[in-house]
């Protein structure tokens, strides 16, 4: 079904802070985008990108957590970017939040069309799909959301290196089992990185790492404490708590 027909549901996220409209069907915000907002260290008066945006959920909940940075969510599905506008609009943020229909991967000229120039921005958040294209869904939405086209990682982060000012900060939450890769791909234009795990539950192996990571430093590595999401028993733990339903800053 064509995501401009789909029929949405109205979620409450951060314990009640946004209220987002989102498909029914296909991909849905999850902890994915609340922890990846939370690590991003903007300030007032900064410019904020949030790549592959979705409904909005990372880049708006940077904007209620954040007072006074503009955000510009950056979406290639028309119908998903359209509903991260209504979403601004609704939550009373569209004075700072701005959606544009663009794939991450396209030619500067396509970026500048939208007012996003070369080091003009202070952050970049991003939750890329990551999944190999045999292991996702086959409902449309959920596919473009998740699956990985060979190449993609690298495309965002030299996006992200060109639109960040210099010393500017990337953000990206990423499959645990696949940080090789993410190192690997930033070591060309950024450095300073600083690297925290995500549990699922206690002595269970990182699900996620979330990386932020300066460009243009050389200052070398920082693995931080992890993140556990729950319990043995499954209740969420109270750190966890405190991000997602809280709205709490994960300082990386």
């Known amino acids: 079904m064509p995501a401009e027909a789909a029929a949405v549901s109205a979620d409450a996220v951060l314990g009640g802070r946004l209220i987002l409209r989102q498909p029914l069907r296909g991909h849905r915000v999850g902890h ?35 007072d006074g940075v503009a955000v510009t969510l950056v979406e290639i599905d028309p119908a998903l970017a359209a509903l991260a506008r209504e979403n601004a609009e609704r939550n009373g943020l569209a004075a700072r939040v701005g959606a544009v229909c663009l794939d991450v991967g396209a030619p500067p000229a396509a970026f500048a069309a939208a007012g996003l120039y070369p080091e003009s921005v202070a ?20 596919r473009l959301a998740h699956a990985a086209s060979e190449g993609l990682l690298p495309r965002w982060i030299d996006a992200a290196a060109r639109l960040l000012q210099s010393r500017g900060a990337l953000t990206l939450i990423w499959r645990a089992d696949a ?21 699922p539950k206690p002595e269970a192996p990182a699900i996620r790492v979330l990386l932020r990571a300066v460009k243009g430093s050389r200052a070398p590595l920082t693995l931080l404490p992890g993140l556990t999401l729950a319990e043995t028993d499954g209740t969420p733990t109270s750190e966890a708590e405190a991000v997602l339903r809280g709205g709490a800053a994960l300082p990386l």
């Not at 903007?42 to 209620?64: I, S």
């Not at 952050?123 to 959920?142: D, H, I, K």
């Open 179 to 199: 940080l090789a890769e993410a190192l690997a791909t930033l070591t060309q234009d950024f450095g300073a990185v600083a690297l925290l795990p995500i549990y």
């Open 32 to 66: 994915d985008a609340i922890l990846l907002a939370a690590a991003t260290a903007a300030h007032g008066g900064e410019h904020a990108l949030d790549f592959g945006a979705g409904v909005g959920g990372a880049g708006l909940a940077l904007a209620r957590r954040v």
């Open 123 to 142: 952050c970049v958040l991003m939750n890329p799909p990551f999944n190999a294209p045999q292991n996702v869904s086959p409902q449309a939405g959920r």
